[in-house]
């Protein structure tokens, strides 16, 4: 089911059938590096976390984390959505592109219609963004979007400290 559409991309509910691209993003060294290891080597595993992850997130939520495709191509280049996570009072935006679609402005497009979509349709009064310090990238690409740094927290109770902002609906 399609989301939204952006002038460059669609976006849309993952399905079973984005298995394999699921493997190769989460073992993408940026993905390893930033968001972790999620032990995901093949099809079966990689349906698991889309069951378990995606598919569970838009029954029990109404959101999740959708599968981005270049409408130029059709081809599956990131992951981009809202995360509920018990540690925050409201959803979190998460964003992972693929390495080779990186830097060409596919994260802040998509982030910036799905912050909107859940200002409009979800009814968001507030969302989260958060990324590990050092992620440079990620910590610009908060701030692009109009998010106030509030502080470090660990967020996923991982005893690793991260960056914590915020934007509230305008």
């Known amino acids: 089911m ?12 993952a399905t079973l059938d984005d298995a394999a691209f699921v493997i190769e993003l989460l073992n993408e060294p940026g993905w390893i590096r930033f968001i972790g290891d999620r032990d995901i080597h093949d099809l079966d595993a ?7 992850r995606l598919l569970s997130s838009y029954a029990k939520h109404g959101f999740g984390s959708y599968v981005t495709c270049e409408k130029s ?6 992951l981009i959505g809202f995360v509920k996570r018990d540690t925050l009072d409201a959803p ?28 409009e349709n979800l ?9 590990l310090p050092d992620n ?15 502080r470090d927290e660990d967020v996923n109770q991982s005893d690793e400290m991260c960056r914590l902002y915020r934007a509230t609906h305008p």
């Open 46 to 52: 990689a349906r698991a976390y889309i069951h378990e």
């Open 92 to 119: 979190d935006i998460g964003y992972a592109v693929c390495q080779a679609h990186q830097g060409k402005g596919y994260a802040f497009e998509v982030c910036q219609a799905l912050m909107q979509h859940g200002w």
């Open 136 to 150: 440079v990238a990620s910590v610009n690409l908060l701030e692009k979007l109009g998010m106030t740094y509030l």
């Open 2 to 13: 399609t989301i939204l559409q952006t002038p460059r991309t669609i976006v849309r509910q």
């Open 73 to 78: 191509t059709g081809k599956q280049i990131g």
């Open 123 to 131: 009814g968001f009064d507030q969302l989260y963004g958060y990324c």
